[in-house]
């Protein structure tokens, strides 16, 4: 999570290019004066785990899944 838009921003455009995989689904959502990067929605719960799995491998991240 980030205190400032920008720095969102140009960490979500280090995903588009490390993690090309997930374009189309990421997107800068802000609450509160918090960004956070979130890639989304999935179809299932399943393949939402999976995307969160090959994030973490690929991009040594902790992805959160979150259910709206």
Do not use: C, M
């Amino acid at each position: 999570a980030f205190g400032v838009q920008a720095n969102a921003d140009s960490y979500l455009a280090r995903l588009q290019t490390q993690a090309d995989w997930l374009n189309g689904t990421l997107r800068v959502h802000s609450s509160d004066g918090i960004y956070r990067v979130q890639a989304g929605p999935y179809a299932s719960e399943t393949a939402a785990r999976e995307a969160a799995e090959r994030a973490a491998q690929v991009l040594g991240i902790k992805p959160v899944l979150v259910t709206r």
